[in-house]
């Protein structure tokens, strides 16, 4: 679950970003509009632990962020924060099944190969855990990446932009992929995006999507 | 996966840079340890071949060259010096031992020496095999000499004028071999060692040939030594007895630790501008590694950033940066002893100086342990900034990215 209210960010050059309250349940879908600028990322940031809020409170999964020391903050997002980015950050000196492993070694804890087998099996790649990045498609990379980010099977999934560059059928197949997962996790999956299409595919798979469409960052000012 | 491993993976992502920066790394470490190594064997085999050495005393000329030739035999002497001045310091009241040392010859570029049963005694010799001599023309040989030339018990050689290797035989005189010292680490392992009789007689037999007949009276009045190694019988001598040589008789005395220390000022200086040398090279490798790591953090940036986003504190991270800096290091002190070791033993080969003991073997001197220190060190020092920036690795930064 994400719940917020009075939510705010101050960046370093004085403006002050306000966002919309949010509640969604645990298991729940929100869709995250908004033109590039809008403070999509921002929004992420804070949901994830990594940056403070300024005003307003978050809770996450149960917790409510802000006034956790940083190793804690660390430590609660390894074991409750899924991440998808856009950019997939797939190591390319590191193979399939080794770049899993890195989230084991970023929460600081024993590495679990049954479940990094059982997480490439279940996003059907198993049979490239041997392989470099370079040698997989664009598809298998996002799987990959997928993988990775709920290896920790952690209670929020956040994904960027996950459809930037993929044709309709590949468009539709990743956001299908994102809301399995979720749902097999029973975590809460959030999607930053400004693709009409992921819209449109989640429609088709849950009633219960929610939106939430952020403006332009206001320069110098609160946004409204 | 654990850190180490991790960053060994990130280290060889990028396969010439990191042989690059290991190679550039290790030559400077090299040139560390070539120096280490140098004066480290230097000043062992001049403690270890002047020990218990007051004085030295020969033919006028230079006395570090007295001190090279009659010691360490590693130069030619000045001259010879009458056995009768010899004898005569032998009753000085100061003097506790005189020992005579007579050069001239060599077999397959290893000295003969010509002296009293005292030399090896000083240098607490013992046998391996066989005997001392007991007579004139019965050869002892250095442990370095019999393992080289084969040598054994029995065997006879016949020495050559000179030095080195090259001058004509004394055809007529051969040497038996009656022993072989065990090593002992001095200068005695690479040398053949007789009576000083041999000597005379190799070069009266020479003479004769070349002379003809001599009177033998003549030749026993004429006899003479190389040099004599003299020991006080208190080290108060040190202030009268050389200036008595010196000014008293028709020889000169060298004091083996006045001259010893001026030699090594003498390396010192050319010890210093290496050392200037290597310290540039040290400089250069870590500016290297400085440039390969920060480049390393700029394009690994997301990557870094994604782990954070996984959960990784900063500390850890940064970790990674500074543990593939010690894998770079660890690799180059290894490289720099290695070729360290090889430059001094390629030294040693090219100088002729490993017949000499004062350069080769495998050493490894306590003070090597300055070249991982400075290894991981300058890695270390040179990783700190790119750590720096891996720990303030800009998630926000990321995610807004595209």
Do not use: C
């Amino acid at each position: 679950m994400i719940q917020s209210t009075g939510l705010q960010f101050a960046y370093q050059t004085g403006a002050t970003l306000a966002f919309p309250d949010v509640n969604v349940p645990q298991g729940g879908v929100l869709l995250l509009g908004g033109p590039s600028g809008s403070g999509k990322s921002t929004w992420l940031a804070l949901v994830a632990g990594l940056i403070p809020a300024s005003a307003g409170s978050l809770q996450v999964a149960g917790q409510m962020l802000g006034g956790m020391g940083a190793l804690k903050s660390d430590a609660w997002r390894a074991a409750n924060i899924g991440f998808l980015p856009q950019k997939l950050h797939l190591s390319a000196a590191l193979t399939v099944q080794q770049n899993l492993a890195l989230a084991f070694w970023a929460a600081g804890v024993a590495q679990d190969n049954a479940a990094i087998d059982a997480a490439l099996n279940a996003l059907g790649v198993a049979d490239l855990a041997q392989r470099l990045p370079a040698q997989l498609s664009g598809g298998q990379a996002q799987r990959v990446a997928l993988a990775r980010a709920v290896l920790m099977r952690p209670r929020v999934l956040l994904a960027d932009e996950p459809t930037a560059s993929l044709d309709d059928h590949n468009a539709a197949d990743a956001v299908q992929l994102l809301w399995t997962t979720a749902q097999s996790l029973g975590a809460t999956l959030v999607i930053a995006t400004h693709d009409a299409r992921v819209g449109q595919s989640l429609q088709g798979l849950s009633s219960a999507v929610q939106r939430l469409d952020l403006g332009r960052i206001p320069t110098g000012g609160v946004a409204p | 996966m654990k850190t180490l491993s991790l960053s060994w993976r990130y280290l060889w992502a990028r396969p010439l840079a990191a042989l690059l920066n290991v190679l550039l790394l290790g030559l400077g470490l090299a040139s560390i340890t070539f120096l280490l190594l140098v004066a480290h064997q230097v000043e062992r085999a001049f403690d270890r071949d002047l020990a218990g050495i007051d004085l030295v005393v020969g033919a006028k000329g230079s006395p570090m060259q007295l001190i090279l030739s009659g010691v360490l035999h590693l130069d030619v002497p000045p001259g010879n010096v009458p056995l009768a001045a010899v004898n005569a310091l032998q009753k000085h009241p100061l003097v506790a031992e005189v020992i005579p040392v007579s050069l001239g010859d060599n077999f397959q570029a290893y000295r003969i020496v010509g002296t009293s049963l005292a030399y090896p005694a000083h240098y607490g010799a013992a046998l391996a095999q066989g005997r001392l001599w007991s007579a004139p023309m019965e050869a002892v040989l250095g442990a370095t000499v019999a393992r080289k030339l084969g040598l054994r018990l029995g065997d006879t050689f016949v020495g050559s004028h000179g030095l080195g290797a090259g001058g004509h035989a004394h055809g007529d005189s051969a040497y038996t071999v009656v022993g072989v010292l065990a090593a002992n680490a001095s200068v005695l392992d690479r040398l053949i060692l007789t009576d000083t009789a041999s000597v005379w007689k190799v070069h009266e037999d020479h003479a004769s040939d070349d002379e003809d007949h001599k009177d033998h009276t003549a030749v026993e009045e004429q006899r003479e030594v190389t040099l004599a190694l003299v020991r006080y019988k208190s080290p108060l001598a040190a202030m009268s007895f050389p200036r008595w040589v010196n000014t008293s008789t028709e020889m000169q005395a060298a004091a083996p630790a006045l001259e010893v220390t001026r030699l090594l000022h003498m390396l010192g200086l050319g010890t210093d501008v290496l050392r200037a040398f290597a310290g540039m090279l040290l400089l250069t490798a870590g500016l290297s590694v400085f440039i390969a790591l920060w480049n390393a953090v700029r394009e690994r940036r997301g990557d870094l950033a994604l782990l954070r986003m996984l959960g990784a504190p900063p500390a850890r991270i940064a970790a990674l940066l500074l543990t593939e800096a010690l894998w770079l290091g660890l690799m180059a002190a290894l490289l720099g002893l290695a070729l360290g070791q090889g430059f001094v033993l390629a030294l040693g080969w090219l100088l002729g100086l490993g017949q000499s003991l004062l350069l080769g073997g495998a050493l490894w001197p306590a003070e090597l342990l300055w070249v991982p220190a400075l290894a991981l060190g300058v890695s270390l020092g040179a990783a700190l900034l790119p750590a720096l920036g891996a720990y303030r690795s800009d998630v926000l930064q990321l995610l807004q990215s595209r």
